[in-house]
């Protein structure tokens, strides 16, 4: 088992210092090796975990809901002249909630099943049978801002029944037929009663690392009290009380797939959950970054970064690699018909952006 403790110690060795730090040092900051390393220790996983789309980060999940464009089936409200508030951003149809753990949203897969179960086929694709497959190439996106009304806090108006700690009850949402209000929040039950009766509760927070969670992403401010909707274990009848803060920006997904299914990097903390290579890469450049301010020698620190992105490609090589790679190409004179074959979804996609390196000290 690696500890953190253990990545540290061993990006000590890169600029050649003779210590070490404890669990302990570094816990309570008690040291200069220790200080300098919970400065950077952060910041280079997550930047280094961006660099490509890491195997052992990949994390597929289904998007939270956010609001439509009117006329699509979750948004059936009239059509507006111009853009306004509580519509993705043209020309965009769906607009999603930007996963709290995401950290490089890679692609989202198309979740428009085209099989054939019925008529006469126009080429000599596989027929019969229910939709079956995930077809065509990856759905195009953009990340950008909204401004949402966040949820600080939250307090039970009605305890309801048949509920447990650890619950995570989603407030009710939208009617049919009228403009989205934006994501609803979601609570989690921290206090139960007798009879399952909620009695206190925390809001999931939609922002990473913040010291006051903020939840939800509603368009306005909502009235209280808000209904229970839906819940991740089998409690009923709660209502909530909950607290808004002023507008504030989030990150959204927009784009034209409805029931969005998104294939990101996740932040890893563990160590024993990275790969190998990817391990020994994320020693070497913390080890690169910590040279300079321990030793103050910037030759040897943009030396350390230099083999430290040889690592990060070979790193890059192996992990790209290790996957079922299918090099089918469907002929031009299929795809005119209207049959594409799904890609590889186990890996980047041809021309995916791996970024650049790790850069030197100027």
Not at 239 to 267: H, K, M
């Amino acid at each position: 088992m690696t500890a953190l403790v253990d990545i540290v110690n061993r990006a000590l060795q890169v600029p050649g210092t003779r210590t070490s730090v404890s669990a302990t040092e570094l816990a309570n900051n008690s040291s200069n090796e220790a200080i300098q390393a919970n400065l950077a220790l952060v910041p280079v996983r997550r930047q280094l975990l961006r660099m490509a789309p890491w195997n052992c980060a990949l994390k597929t999940a289904n998007l939270v809901y956010i609001t439509s464009a009117p006329g699509t089936p979750e948004n059936t409200s009239a059509a507006t002249l111009l853009w306004g508030p509580g519509q993705p951003t043209p020309p965009w149809a769906y607009e999603y909630s930007y996963p709290v753990d995401c950290l490089r949203a890679c692609w989202i897969i198309p979740a428009t099943q085209t099989g054939y179960a019925g008529g006469v086929p126009v080429t000599t694709a596989v027929t019969g049978g229910a939709p079956s497959f995930w077809a065509g190439p990856p759905i195009k996106f953009r990340v950008m801002t909204d401004t949402f009304y966040g949820v600080s806090a939250a307090s039970p108006a009605a305890g309801g029944s048949g509920h447990a700690i650890g619950d995570i009850i989603t407030l009710a949402g939208y009617a049919q037929g009228t403009p989205p209000i934006g994501a609803p929040v979601q609570l989690l039950v921290t206090g139960i009663g007798g009879g399952g009766t909620i009695t206190s509760v925390s809001v999931v927070s939609v922002l990473p690392a913040e010291s006051t969670p903020v939840g939800g992403s509603y368009f306005a401010v909502q009235s209280n009290p808000i209904a229970q909707g839906s819940t991740s274990g089998s409690g009923i009848g709660a209502s909530f009380n909950i607290v808004q803060g002023p507008a504030a920006p989030q990150r959204v997904i927009l784009c034209n797939q409805e029931f969005s299914t998104l294939v990101y990097c996740q932040d890893i903390i563990d160590p024993n959950l990275m790969d190998d290579l990817f391990q020994e890469a994320f020693v070497k450049v913390l080890g690169a970054v910590l040279t300079l301010p321990l030793t103050g020698d910037k030759k040897l620190a943009n030396g350390a970064i230099q083999e430290a992105n040889m690592l990060i490609v070979q790193a890059r090589t192996a992990d790209a690699n290790e996957e079922l790679i299918i090099n089918d190409v469907t002929p031009d004179f299929i795809r005119i018909r209207g049959v594409d074959f799904p890609q590889n979804y186990g890996g980047p996609e041809i021309g995916y952006d791996w970024g650049s390196l790790w850069p030197s000290f100027g």
